[in-house]
C-alpha cells in the first residue's frame, strides 16, 4: 500500500484491530476523565514526574499546556488547570521512552513506515539530531554542525529562494516563530505556509474582510457575563475541554446554550467539573440547551432561516435589530435584508434537516437577547464556503449588535496552543506592506514583494517539482494534508526535507532524497542558553499574550531549543560577517523580543509586560474601531447556498478527531464520548442510511471518493450506526486524508475540504 519512491507507505498499516462498542457517553469529563489522564500520565512519564509536570501546567510561573489555545482563568485551580487532553499531550512530550541512534540502526524506514501513526507516535521522543542519506535505507547520528551545513549547502543549490519551503505548526513559540519568519524573508521567500492554512484561515479571512480582524472580539470573562452562546462545528468536550468551565459558570449565571452539531457531543450535553467534588457527585451541567442537528455544511441555510425569523419579528416590533448598532458602526444592511428576501423559508428549512420547532426555540432566545457570543471550529472553516460560513454567524452578531460589549461577540476557537501568535509575528505566505516596511527598518534587508505559497500551495509546489527544499517547524506535513498520495509525491521529489520535531511522526519517513530530523525541546521543559535559563512568549485564542517557561528536564541533553536551531541554520547560511548576529538572538530570547516590538504593534514593553501576567493586543473588533476598513464601517455580507452535486449513493463525510488523539498523534485507540473502543478505523453511518445500503454493524467497507474522475481509496472501515443525520457519515483522520483531493478547498481561504468530502461506501467482502 502507498508505496513511492523510496518504497516506503504513505499511510500505514491498515489492519483492523479488535473493536469494542459501548453506547456514546452523555457527559464529558468527570472522575472518569481525571483517571484516564493520569493513567496516560503515569504510564508515559511515571509517577514523579507526571506530579512535577502537571502541578505547573497553566499556573503562574509554569509553562502553557502544549495542547489547545483555552485561555487561562484569572483564578487558578488550586487542584488542577489542565484537562484530560491537556494531561495526554504533556504525557506525550514529557515521555520517558526515548528514540535514540540504536532505534534507528534496528528498523530501516522503510519497515517504519509500515507502523500505524500510533505506533510511530508511541516509540518515544526523539533525542539527537539524525540524518537520512541519500540512497542509504537507516537515519544515522549526524552533529547539530554538519546538520546546519547539510542545509545550508542545499539552499546555496537553489535556483530561486522560492524553491525552498518553510512550513509551521502551531506549537511553536513567538520568539520562534519570529526568527523562522525573518530568516525565511532574509533569505528570500515568502513561502511560509502555516497549519492554519488547514484550520482557522477560513476565520481569518472572513474576519478581516467584515470586521477589519482575523481574530475573535471576545475576552475569556465575557463567557461569564453573556445571556446565549452559540457553538457550531466545534466539539469541546474533547478539543477545548477547559472551555466546559466557562460554559458552566455562564449557565450559573444564567446564560443559554445553543449547540449547532451533526453529532450531539459528550461535551455540549452534560459536563461533570472535576475541579469540583459537588458537580463530579452530582448528575453535572446539562451544557447545551438546544440542539440543532444541522446537516454537515448546511450551517448557511441555517443561519439564513434564522434571520429571517428574526426580521420577520423586528418588522413587527422593531427591537429586535439593534438598529442604532446598524447605522453607527456597519454597512450592507439593508441589502442582506433584500438578499433574505429571495429565499423561501421551507426551501432553507428543508435544507438544514433540522424541525422548524427547534428553530423557533432559537429564534425566540436571540430575539430577546444581545449578549450573544458566537463559537466556532473545524466544522464550519474545513469547507468550500468556510469563509460564507462565518460571515453569516458575523451577520448576526452585527444585527443584534452583539459586539463590542461584555458578554458578545465572536470567538474562533483556536487549534494549535500558539498558532494565533505564530501569525501574529509574521508566518503568513501574503505580503503586508506595513510588516515589510518595519522588517527592514529593524533588520536592514528588503523583505521579498512576491506572495509565497500557503499549504495547498505548498503541496503543489513540491508534486511538480517547483520546490527542492522543505523546513518544518514541528507538525506532521505528509499526515496532515489533503490527498496524502499527492503530499507524500511531493515530498519524495525534494532534494531535502527536515523536520523540527519533538516526537518522531509519518513526515520523518515519507522524505525527500536527503532528510534531517533535528529534535528540540518540548513546551514543558527548562531551557538553559549560557546556563541562564530562558522563557517563551505565546498567545492564546482571546489575543492575550503570556509567558511559558518549562519546568521540567529535557529529554536529553543533546536537545536545544527552536530558536537556537534556527539561529544554527541562519548562520551556516549567512556566515559568520552577516548583519544581522543569528547566533547572539537565538542566545537572548530577550534580544528577538526587543525585534517583534520593533516590527509589531502592541508589543511594546514585552519583555517586562511578559512577565507581569501577560497582555492583550489590541483588538479593533472589541473597541468598534472599523477605520481600517475600507468604508470605515463592518461589514454585512450577502453569501449564497452551499452546493454539493451529490449523485445515487453518494454521502457527504466529514473528517474528524477521536477523543484520543491529537491532530496526526494519536494518544490511543478509543473514543470514548462516542462509544467506541481499540479502533480508528471507523465510520459513522445514520442506521437507515444502513438499511438503504444493506449494511449491518462491524461491516467492513473502504470509503471511495471520486473527483474529476480520478478515484480515492482509504481502506477497511468498520461500518458502525450513529446518530448522525441521513446522507452524512463521519471517520477519523489522518486516515481519511487519503480522499481529499488536492485541488478542492475553500473559496479565498484555501483550507481544504475536510469537513465535506463527496464519498461513497462499497462494502468488502
Ligand atoms: N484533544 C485534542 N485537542 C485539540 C485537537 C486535537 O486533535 N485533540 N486539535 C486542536 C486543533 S489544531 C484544532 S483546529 C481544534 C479542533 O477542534 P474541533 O473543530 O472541535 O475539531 P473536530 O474534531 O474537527 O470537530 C469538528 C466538530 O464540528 C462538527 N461538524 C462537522 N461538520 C460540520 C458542519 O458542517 N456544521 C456544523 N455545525 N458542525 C460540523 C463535528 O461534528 C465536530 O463536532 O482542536 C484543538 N484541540
Ligand atoms: N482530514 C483532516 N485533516 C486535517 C484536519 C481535519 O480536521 N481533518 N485538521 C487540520 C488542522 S485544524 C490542523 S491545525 C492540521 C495540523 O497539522 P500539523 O500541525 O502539521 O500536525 P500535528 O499533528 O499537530 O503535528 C504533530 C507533530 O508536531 C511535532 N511537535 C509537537 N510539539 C512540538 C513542539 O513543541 N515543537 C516542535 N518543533 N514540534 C512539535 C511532533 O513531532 C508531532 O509529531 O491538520 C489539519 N488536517
Ligand atoms: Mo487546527
Known sequence: MGDTKRNVSYLGSDKLNDIKIAEPADYAAGILGVKVALEHAFKEMGVVKS??????????????????????????????????????????????????????????????????????????????PMVLRADKSHYEPISWQEAYELIAEELHKLKSPNEAIFYTSGRSSNEAAFLYGVFARAFGTNNLPDCSNMCHESSGVALGETLGIG??????????????????????????????????????????????????????????????????????????????????????????????????????????????????????????????????????????????????????LLAKKDKIIICWAMGLTQHKNGVDNIKECVNLLLAKGSLGKPGAGTCPVRGHSNVQGDRTVGIMHFVSEKFNKALEEAFGFKPPAEEGVDVVGAMEAMATNKAKVFVALGGNFVSATSDTAYTALGMQNCELTVQISTKLNRSHLVTGKKALILPTLGRSEKDLRNKKPQYLTVENSMGKVHRSKGILKPASDQLISEPQIIGGIANAYFGDDHPIDWIDLSTNYDLIRNKIEEVIAGFEAVNQRSKDGGFYLPNNARELDFSALPNQKAKFSCCKLPEHQLEENDFILMTIRSHDQFNTTIYGLDDRYRGVYNERRV???NPSDMESLGLVKKDSVNIVSRYNGKERIAKNFLVLPYDIPQGNLAAYFPETNVLIPHDQYADQSNTPISKSVIVQLHKVD
Open 683 to 685: 465510520v459513522f453511518v
Open 215 to 364: 481574530k475573535g472580539s471576545v475576552k475569556l470573562e465575557d463567557f461569564y457575563e453573556a445571556e446565549v452562546v452559540m457553538i457550531l462545528g466545534q466539539n469541546p468536550g474533547t478539543n477545548h475541554p477547559r472551555m466546559l468551565s466557562a460554559l458552566q459558570k455562564c449557565k450559573e449565571n444564567g446564560g443559554k446554550i445553543v449547540a449547532i452539531n451533526p453529532l450531539k457531543e459528550a461535551g455540549l450535553s452534560r459536563f461533570k467539573n472535576p475541579q469540583q467534588l459537588s458537580s463530579v457527585l452530582s448528575t453535572g451541567t446539562t451544557i447545551a440547551d438546544i440542539h440543532l442537528p444541522v446537516k454537515i455544511n448546511q450551517d448557511v441555510p441555517l443561519l439564513k432561516l434564522i434571520l429571517k425569523k428574526l426580521k420577520k419579528l423586528d418588522n413587527a416590533s422593531g427591537k429586535v435589530f439593534d438598529h442604532q448598532f446598524i447605522e453607527t458602526y456597519t454597512e450592507g444592511f439593508e441589502e442582506l435584508m433584500q438578499d433574505l428576501d429571495t429565499y423561501a423559508e421551507g426551501e432553507l428549512l428543508s435544507a438544514t434537516g433540522v424541525t422548524e420547532e427547534a428553530i423557533d426555540q432559537v429564534v425566540q
Open 51 to 128: 506530579l512535577v509536570g502537571l502541578n505547573k501546567m497553566n499556573q503562574k510561573g509554569g509553562f502553557d499546556c502544549p495542547s489547545c489555545a483555552w485561555p487561562d482563568p484569572k483564578k487558578r485551580s488550586s487542584i488542577a488547570e489542565y484537562c484530560e487532553n491537556g494531561a495526554k499531550a504533556l504525557a506525550e512530550e514529557a515521555t520517558t521512552k526515548y528514540v535514540d541512534r540504536n532505534f534507528f540502526a534496528k528498523y530501516t524506514v522503510e519497515e517504519l513506515s509500515q507502523w500505524t501513526d500510533y505506533q510511530i507516535g508511541k516509540s518515544g521522543r526523539l533525542i539527537e
